[in-house]
């Protein structure tokens, strides 16, 4: 198992407590006393990736609808609220 050593995003100290799960992805919190940084996610979503705006709209014009292009990118539907 290799195991990564977990970074603040704000203050990239390494002095982190677990803050739970949201919707199966760990929650991190920053122990550093003036780093300001509530809580996050070490992974991101599969909808900040490059290249799934083209797929979504490569998808769109093939008359997929938006339950499907979320089940096959495996991306949220709130997501589409953007577009």
């Given at each position: 198992?290799?195991?990564?050593?977990?970074?603040?995003?704000?203050?990239?100290?390494t002095s982190m407590s677990k803050n739970g799960t949201e919707k199966g992805k760990?929650?991190?919190?920053?122990?550093?006393?003036?780093c300001g940084m509530?809580?996050?996610?070490?992974?991101t979503y599969n909808s900040c990736e490059p290249?799934?705006?083209?797929?979504?709209?490569a998808m769109t014009a093939n008359s997929s609808e938006?339950?499907?292009?979320?089940?096959?990118l495996?991306?949220?539907e709130e997501m589409f609220h953007v577009f």
């Open positions: 198992m290799i195991m990564t050593p977990v970074k603040c995003p704000k203050c990239s100290e760990q929650r991190y919190i920053c122990n550093t006393k003036n509530k809580s996050f996610m070490l992974d290249g799934i705006n083209e797929k979504i709209v938006i339950n499907d292009i979320s089940r096959v495996e991306i949220s």
